[in-house]
């Protein structure tokens, strides 16, 4: 394989974090420049996102709002044109009952005012060139919220920990936009129906640059690219799914094996 330069990349938190699931798969992705194709769950997160995308768009013109039932009609109208299977009938009624009670119930952020809605930027952070996608940017009492929708299961433990460093690596880039850090990061988590909301903290900061310029060390040292087969990601979740020689068989003692690796679209 010829010489990786992290240099003649712009970096992102994904090819920052996504890496570890399988080298040879990040390989073909960003230095081969072959996107593969999408899967199942990356599409039923990006269904979720243009709902909540186009009502906070109406939000931030004054203008009138959907419904809850009209958010919730679409959503499952939508559904059913997702071309992925998903791994079992249950999991794919279960996804379906999930989104509706989400667009049925979500006070589209009620109290707070939109600032930014799906903003891309390109910045530097850890001394590299980056770009990003902010999904939401909120103020509410001169304090200023940066949110990420999520349609994984809400995380806890040390998935928080691993998957909190997407919102710090947003602190930049807000800063870029709105003149300051943000005050408050969350995950809006559409299955569970959950808000987590933290504080910003300069010691959390810090160490996600320090994560962010060890993962671009460990990419840049590594010689052989080599594949970390898992049944579920490798079958399910890997852009290059179907055309992988290194793609093991998927049985159903398999279904959670590595699912809890996915953090969702965006």
């Not at 949110?147 to 930049?172: C, N, S, V, W």
């Not at 962010?212 to 080599?226: R, S, V």
Request: glycine share 6%.
């Amino acid at each position: 394989m010829p010489k990786f330069k992290p240099e003649d990349m712009i970096w992102s938190y994904s090819r920052a974090n996504g890496w570890a699931n399988c080298p040879y798969g990040w390989w073909i992705t960003y230095f081969q420049k072959n996107r593969g194709e999408n899967n199942v769950f990356s599409d039923y997160g990006r269904l979720a996102h243009e709902i909540i995308q186009r009502q906070m768009i109406l939000k931030l013109k004054d203008k009138p709002m959907m419904s809850n039932e009209t958010m919730s009609n679409e959503f499952r109208n939508r559904y059913y044109d997702i071309p992925y299977k998903f791994p079992s009938r249950k999991m794919k009624e279960n996804y379906l009952i999930k989104g509706m009670e989400y667009f049925e119930s979500w006070d589209s952020f009620d109290g707070f005012t939109v600032k930014s809605v799906e903003v891309m930027g390109h910045f530097r952070f850890a001394g590299y060139d980056c770009r990003g996608a902010i999904d939401l940017i909120l103020e509410k009492d001169g304090k200023i919220y940066v949110i990420d929708h999520k349609t994984a299961k809400e995380y806890k433990g040390m998935d928080l920990i691993k998957y909190i460093r997407q919102l710090y690596f947003y602190g930049p880039m807000t800063a870029q936009l709105l003149g300051r850090f943000p005050d408050y990061l969350a995950f809006n988590f559409v299955k569970d129906k959950v808000i987590r909301q933290f504080e910003w903290e300069d010691a959390v900061f810090k160490n996600t640059i320090d994560w962010f310029k060890g993962q671009i060390d460990e990419i840049t040292a590594c010689k052989n690219f080599e594949p970390r087969p898992n049944p579920f990601f490798c079958n399910w979740l890997c852009n290059h799914r179907e055309k992988c020689k290194y793609r093991p068989p998927y049985y159903k003692s398999d279904k959670y094996s590595g699912y809890k690796e996915f953090n969702g679209y965006g």
